[in-house]
């Protein structure tokens, strides 16, 4: 069965830390760009960061630059989202999806897992 698994949620207070993983089952994700997305409540499923299967990145979100950084370990086969100066507006459940691309539509993202729940609040 082909799927993800985030972790690394929680609550943290503004200013805090947290990294998340996004543990891939069932296929190998070094052929994939992966792209982690959060939405948070009320809002359409943005866009956070996404790796390409060269290293690539491609940043979504402005306010997010310099804060939040995406690394992949194939051989883990697993990819990070390392969230520094956490701040209340990033709180929202956290997704990640594999593509061929690092494509601007969310659409052409799948595989989506559970997500895992952020909150930032002190």
């Known amino acids: 069965q082909v799927q993800f698994v985030e972790s690394g949620g929680g609550l943290v207070q503004p200013g805090g830390s947290l990294r998340l993983s996004c543990a891939a089952s069932?296929?190998?994700?070094?052929?994939?760009?992966i792209g982690w997305f959060r939405q948070a409540p009320g809002k359409e499923r943005e866009g956070v960061l996404c790796?390409?299967?060269?290293?690539?990145?491609?940043n979504y979100v402005d306010s997010v630059k310099g804060r939040f950084t995406i690394s992949r370990d194939n051989d883990k086969n697993t990819v990070y989202l390392q969230m520094n100066s956490l701040k209340p507006e990033d709180t929202a459940v956290y997704y990640c999806?594999?593509?061929?691309?690092?494509?601007?539509?969310?659409?052409?993202?799948?595989?989506w897992g559970q997500g895992t729940q952020v909150t930032v609040s002190s």
């Open positions: 999806a594999k593509g061929y691309g690092c494509y601007d539509s969310l659409s052409y993202f799948g595989s």
């Open positions: 790796i390409s299967s060269s290293g690539g990145r491609r």
């Open positions: 069932g296929f190998t994700l070094d052929r994939y760009s």
